[in-house]
């Protein structure tokens, strides 16, 4: 059990994919609030990040299946709170932001909240913010709905996220949940985030290679919603 969390069930059970991310897990765990219960998922850590995760007091599942979308499909598949969160596991993001991103789904007033990235200095490289900007407006352009950011952090209800049946398991899984939920007829809107400098060596948005290949996973995912939407 979490020593954070109580006898009780968790309100939320929040999905940390982990990837070598032992330097940041100490602070991240610390800023979970009370009542979240993190899932690390560990896609294949070298640095003991599982390890660590399980002595700092979290739910531990490993993942063989390396990608984005494997670890937090498995991190979905193994929660068991009503309410299932999903949050970069690096120090660029507090899972304290949580907290106000879930008020809108426990309430009834959204059905998917995602976190808009606001970039603090040295969080963002510039070629990342371009990239996402142009997936953004894609994205508007095809749904009608008004998102600017295409970021990792959500919160929505267990159930109906697997009911979508999301089928990536690379980096097209977060683009493939909001336009399958579109389809669906899910109530979407995005609430402001703070979005730090990460902690540790990047593996997507770091880097120009990690971008190119997460925005053809994403081109994948907008493709076959063309197809679907009327």
Known sequence: MNPQQGP???????????LNEAMALPS?????????RAIVVDNGSTDGSGELAEHLGACVIR???RGFGAAAQAGLEAATAELVAFCDCD??????????LALPVRQG??????????PQPGSWPLHA???NRVLAAKVRRLTGVQLTDLGPMRVARRDMLLELGLLDRRSG?????VLKAHLAGWIITELPIAYLPRLGKSKVTGTLS?????????????????????
């Open 91 to 100: 120090g660029s993001m507090s899972p304290a932001e949580l907290r106000v």
């Open 129 to 131: 913010q371009l990239a």
């Open 109 to 118: 007033g959204a059905d998917l909240v995602l976190g808009a990235r606001q």
């Open 210 to 230: 990690g971008t190119l290949r997460a925005m053809a996973d994403m081109s994948i995912q907008l493709q076959g919603a063309r197809r679907a939407l009327p």
């Open 63 to 65: 993942e063989s299946l």
């Open 173 to 177: 899984y977060p683009l493939e949940m």
């Open 8 to 18: 009780s069930e968790p309100l939320v059970d929040v999905v940390l994919p982990c």
């Open 28 to 36: 991240v765990l610390a800023a979970m609030p009370a009542g979240f």
